[in-house]
């Protein structure tokens, strides 16, 4: 049985009230029995947000990483420190690192490289913007971001990988992929992991990213292949994202 992720993209927003926030409302919520749930607020609040949230089941994720482990990269911040924080998973090659960032599939694969070198769980964002998928192309593009990174990594290693489907399309606009449309591409994720291992393909967690909220996540989340969601906008509301979390249960 794969235990199902809700994971809160904040980027960059939030503040240190949202973050008490959070702490109080994860304090008294009754959540799902299998069910794990993770944080990834901008850095700066990544320390008090592990306070804020010590005596909830809630986890940390970073939103991306520095390949490296120290040294000379002003403005940057590495897995290892991230790790010391008590974070636990890191994102990598989400769409807008993708873009604003030009970060390509080896930038990816790099990061992805160093959260498991300090044993965070990466989580690999992958998904095509509305030009691929108008031109058909949606399963070659987000098969290549899949299989770039995948192909690269120890067997051992493809386990801990998280993988986060994420149209770009849907980002951010209200405009979220049909349960079937989602099904279709993270089906087709998992069937490529299985040419490497059945196993591996039975464990992978997906999870959906794209304008989930409160109204249309149970029925993204009872889709056979998908196991969560890596929700942005909605993150930021604290009754939101709760009721996110209670419809995975
Ligand atoms: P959204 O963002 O839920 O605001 O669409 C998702 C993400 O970018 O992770």
């Not at 990544?46 to 970073?62: I, N, S, Y």
């Not at 051992?156 to 990988?161: A, C, L, N």
């Not at 059945?198 to 109204?215: C, F, I, T």
């Amino acid at each position: 049985m794969r235990v199902p992720l809700i994971a809160g993209n904040w980027k960059m927003n939030g503040s240190a009230e949202l973050v008490d926030a959070f702490g109080r409302a994860f304090a008294d919520a009754q959540l799902p029995a299998s069910l794990d749930v993770a944080l990834f607020p901008p850095f700066p609040y990544l320390d008090a947000a592990r306070r804020a949230l010590a005596e909830t089941p809630v986890k940390l994720g970073a939103q991306t990483l520095n390949p490296l482990a120290s040294g000379a990269h002003t403005g940057e911040v590495s897995g290892g420190m991230l790790k010391e924080l008590g974070v636990e998973y890191a994102l990598a090659g989400h769409s807008e690192r993708r873009q604003l960032y030009r970060e390509d599939d080896e930038a990816v694969l790099d990061r992805l490289l160093a959260a498991l070198s300090v044993s965070l769980t990466p989580v690999l964002c992958v998904g095509e913007t509305l030009e691929e998928r108008d031109a058909n192309r949606t399963r070659d593009v987000v098969l290549r971001q899949v299989g770039y990174v995948m192909a690269r990594l120890e067997p051992v290693q493809r386990r801990q990988v998280i993988i986060a489907y994420e149209p770009v399309w849907a980002i951010g606009t209200g405009r979220t992929a049909t349960p079937e449309q989602a099904q279709e591409v993270m089906a087709a994720i998992r069937e490529y992991q299985a040419s490497f291992d059945r196993e591996l393909a039975d464990g992978l967690r997906l999870l959906y990213g794209g304008s989930m909220n409160a109204s249309n996540a149970a029925e993204l989340l009872s889709q056979p292949d998908i196991d969560g969601g890596l929700v942005g906008g909605a993150s930021l509301k604290v009754d939101d994202f709760l009721a996110i979390c209670q419809s995975a249960g």
